[in-house]
């Protein structure tokens, strides 16, 4: 790792001072603007060809189902084996994908089934890459910015959300067809060639980290060897109950896959404000994170963690009975806002409170538990949506996330009363 030697980081900062960690988070960026301007050109697709809300909740359901599958291989791999070059094999796989997506379009295929195909690829290399990305940032920056790493890895996921759905909603309206006819160009296939650039210079800065973590795990696998990470979890009732928290709030509040038929049907717009819809959670998030990078907090991190996802479900109840576009947009920012809290607890948690060499198999049970949050929960929603409607299913999960949030906090007394974010602590509390 190198740092700045000539003067200190400015405060809220530190995290910056080594250089891998800024090439890791400028490739992050690239990543998710591509990541983010793709899946709304896949959900508007979709919704195109079939107008079904339960078609929606089969794009998430496809993206979810290889973590599933893929679990305990995948944490196995991202401490067996140097965590860089993991990566960079799982989005070389992107590539492919994205790629293939684009020759679907282009060949005007009007069926999802081949999407689905090709989104299911997409999550196996997900799979493989959440756990080794996770593990591989405590490598980047010294154990005690690790928090304010943590902190400003998610404002930059943030602002990637912003503008990555706001992007893929644009570049998808964009009529370059008509201004250069011999381009074939439109639509979706804006944005898939769009993500294909984005993922090259994600792959070229990854490639040039210093970095070389190796192996942390020496032994081959084997069942005790690969269960390991969630034997540890099960053991550990901080740890389980932080990431169960996040699967079973996201599962029952989270509205993402809805967002068509909200700016299709209810609110009575176009693919434009569909990103602002996407975006808006993002934003409201990126200030957050932001705050906390400047002014973070030292005490009592369960109990806010419990107070932003009770806050994380109102916002969604405000939300789902919402007809104006700015009451929307307002609700969905301040949703975004409080998970951007719980998402840097829960992040310092499973990090620091795991040992080394545990870190990607430990993170790989976390991945099934956010991809559950996410990609099931969309899933979720569509066939909630399905049966009673976008509106009743939003309103029915916010009022869900709430009570989840009130059951936990009785069921898991350890994670209410976390105190200070540190590994001395965490570890202490987890063991």
């Not at 890459?129 to 154990?143: C, D, F």
């Not at 804006?190 to 795990?217: K, N």
């Not at 996040?246 to 509040?253: C, K, Y």
């Not at 951007?340 to 993170?363: K, N």
Request: proline share 5%; charged share 15%.
């Amino acid at each position: 790792m190198n740092f700045l030697p000539h003067k200190p980081p400015a405060r809220g900062m530190e995290a910056f001072a080594s250089r891998d960690f800024r090439r890791y988070q400028l490739a992050r960026v690239m990543a998710i603007l591509g990541a983010e301007a793709q899946s709304v050109a896949v959900a508007w697709q979709v919704y195109s060809m079939t107008h079904r809300a339960l078609d929606l909740g089969y794009t998430g359901l496809a993206l979810f189902l290889p973590g599933l599958v893929f679990l305990l291989p995948a944490g196995h791999v991202a401490d067996r084996f140097d965590r860089r070059q993991v990566i960079l094999a799982c989005y070389g796989m992107q590539v492919v994908c994205t790629t293939g997506l684009l020759v679907l379009t282009r060949a005007g295929v009007h069926s999802v089934y081949p999407i689905y195909a090709v989104l299911f690829l997409i999550g196996s290399g997900r799979a493989f890459s959440g756990p080794a990305s996770s593990a591989l940032v405590p490598h980047l920056v010294p154990e005690r910015h690790f928090v304010n790493a943590v902190t400003w890895g998610g404002a930059i996921w943030q602002f990637s959300n912003i503008t990555g759905p706001a992007l893929g909603g644009l570049l998808f309206t964009l009529p370059l067809a008509r201004l250069v006819p011999d381009t074939r160009l439109e639509g979706a296939g804006i944005v898939y060639v769009f993500t294909l650039g984005s993922l090259g210079w994600f792959l070229v800065l990854v490639g040039s980290l210093h970095t070389r973590p190796g192996r942390m795990e020496h032994r081959a696998a084997s069942l005790k060897v690969v269960t390991a990470g969630f034997q540890y979890m099960m053991r550990s009732p901080l740890l389980l109950g932080a990431s169960s928290l996040d699967l079973f709030v996201v599962l029952l509040g989270g509205a993402t896959a809805l967002m068509p038929i909200f700016a299709h049907e209810i609110l009575h717009q176009g693919p434009r404000g569909l990103g602002l819809l996407r975006a808006a959670p993002a934003a409201g998030a990126l200030m957050m994170s932001l705050t906390m990078a400047r002014f973070p907090f030292r005490r009592r991190a369960g109990l806010r963690l419990f107070v932003c996802v009770a806050v994380y479900g109102a916002t969604t109840v405000v939300f789902g009975l919402s007809r104006s576009l700015w009451l929307s947009l307002g609700a969905l920012a301040l949703a975004g806002a409080a998970d951007t809290i719980s998402v840097i607890i829960r992040g310092s948690l499973l990090q620091l409170g795991t040992p080394p060499e545990m870190r990607g198999r430990v993170s790989a049970v976390n991945a099934l538990f956010i991809g559950g949050s996410n990609e099931l929960g969309e899933f979720e929603s569509g066939l909630t949506a399905q049966w009673w409607g976008a509106v009743r299913a939003t309103v029915v999960g916010g009022v869900g996330a709430l009570a989840v949030a009130g059951v936990w906090a009785a069921l898991f007394p350890r994670l209410r009363q976390a105190d200070e974010l540190t590994a001395e602590a965490l570890r202490a509390t987890t063991t």
